[in-house]
């Protein structure tokens, strides 16, 4: 191992133990953050449970889980289950991209003079 990986290595370990100063990048990724978190957040919950409803409308359909339910003829309820989870599935997106363009705009003017700023500072 030469020098310059050694200084490496111990740059790279040292830094792990000291404080780090908040910059406007910190800031500024905070921000970014802040605004798509709560559109992911929705994504994947409401995703997640229109993917549940539509396999639960499947299973009724293509296995004998209604019989075991005691449902007599799970043909029809099965169908309806999986279009209705079929069609979540289907708006989550357009709904995840209304969310995340609503706080885009909220927090627009914010990013843009924080970005602003950082940028006029680097020349």
């Given amino acids: 191992m030469n ?3 050694k200084e490496f290595i111990v740059q790279k370990i040292r830094t792990q133990y000291t ?4 910059t406007q990048i910190d800031a500024l990724k905070a921000l970014d953050k802040k605004v798509k978190k709560p559109a992911n957040v929705f994504a994947i919950i409401f995703g997640s449970i229109s993917v549940i409803i539509m396999g639960s409308g ?3 359909v293509m296995t004998d889980i209604g019989s075991i339910l ?3 003829s799970p043909m029809i309820p099965g169908i309806i ?3 209705i989870g079929l069609l ?3 708006v989550t997106y357009p709904m995840y991209k209304k969310i995340l363009n609503s706080r885009k705009k ?3 003017d914010e990013i843009i003079k924080l970005s602003d700023n ?3 500072n680097n020349k």
């Avoid at 404080?19 to 908040?22: I, R």
């Fill in 81 to 83: 289950t999986g279009v």
């Fill in 70 to 72: 005691g449902i007599a």
């Fill in 3 to 5: 020098q310059k990986e």
């Fill in 88 to 90: 979540m599935v289907i």
């Fill in 58 to 60: 499947m299973s009724l």
């Fill in 19 to 22: 404080d780090k100063e908040h």
């Fill in 106 to 108: 909220k927090y627009a």
């Fill in 118 to 120: 950082i940028m006029s």
